[in-house]
């Protein structure tokens, strides 16, 4: 079936280093992909997302890339703070029938050391 | 909550009770949606809604219910034949026929005592 597969599954970095996240989708319907922040105890926030017709997009220290032709996207954050640890979800989601589908990741937990 | 409040932020259910778990949003969203977090895992979908009066079953939907009477408000029930319904329970919602990214509720933990 759908789904979504998302590495690794914890990620530690020194605080100033850059992390890498990584999904690959299977559904080459899917044309939005958004990543969500998940702070302890909290519930998820999207922090950025990429539409299908684009390859690359930024905000500050984040940036997501799409690759349509091998159905995988990134989240990239660079100059790492111990706040940016959390659980980060990706997400893939198509136009479905009166709406549209979204299958998630399994998440990755990140770890900022000072 | 940015919009869309879930009520309350913990809940313990006894063996064999049914137990309601709130969900309101005052973000014109059409449609809906519950999901369950585990300890250490992802997202899995119980239920979802697009317009009122209409939900359909997402991928773990046996043991638990729910209505959809208002635009505004998406109840879940988690019913006794939910054998392990001790999770994290997230409501969410976007607007129906835009793709965009969900907003969500604050959640509910749920404990069986």
């Known amino acids: 079936g759908e789904n979504v597969e998302q590495h690794p599954s914890t990620l530690s970095v020194q605080e100033g280093d850059s992390a890498v996240i990584k999904c690959t989708y299977s559904?080459?319907?899917?044309?939005?992909f958004p990543w969500y922040k998940q702070e302890l105890g909290k519930r998820p926030q999207l922090i950025i997302d990429?539409?299908?017709?684009?390859g690359e997009k930024k905000d500050q220290r984040i940036a997501v890339t799409l690759n349509k032709t091998a159905k995988h996207f990134s989240l990239h954050i660079t100059e790492t703070q111990p706040e940016d640890s959390a659980v980060y979800f990706c997400?893939?989601?198509?136009?479905?029938?009166?709406?549209?589908?979204?299958?998630f990741g399994a998440g990755t937990r990140l770890f900022v050391k000072a | 909550d940015g919009g869309i409040t879930q009520s309350p932020k913990y809940l313990f259910r006894k063996e064999g009770q049914n137990v309601t778990l709130s969900c309101e949003q005052n973000?014109?969203?059409?449609?809906m949606y519950w999901y369950r977090q585990d300890p250490g895992q992802g997202l899995r979908l119980i239920y979802y809604?697009?317009?009122?009066?209409?939900?359909q079953k997402g991928d773990i939907a046996e043991g638990y219910s729910v209505s959809r009477e208002k635009k505004e408000s998406f109840p879940l029930t988690v019913t006794s034949a939910q054998k392990n319904p001790t999770a994290f329970y997230l409501c969410a919602s976007t607007p129906r026929t835009v793709t965009y990214g969900y907003t969500f509720g604050s959640g509910t933990r749920l404990t069986v005592v």
């Open positions: 997400a893939a989601s198509r136009v479905n029938t009166g709406g549209f589908k979204t299958i």
């Open positions: 973000l014109n969203h059409d449609a």
């Open positions: 990429i539409r299908s017709n684009v």
């Open positions: 559904d080459s319907a899917s044309n939005y």
């Open positions: 809604s697009q317009i009122v009066n209409d939900f």
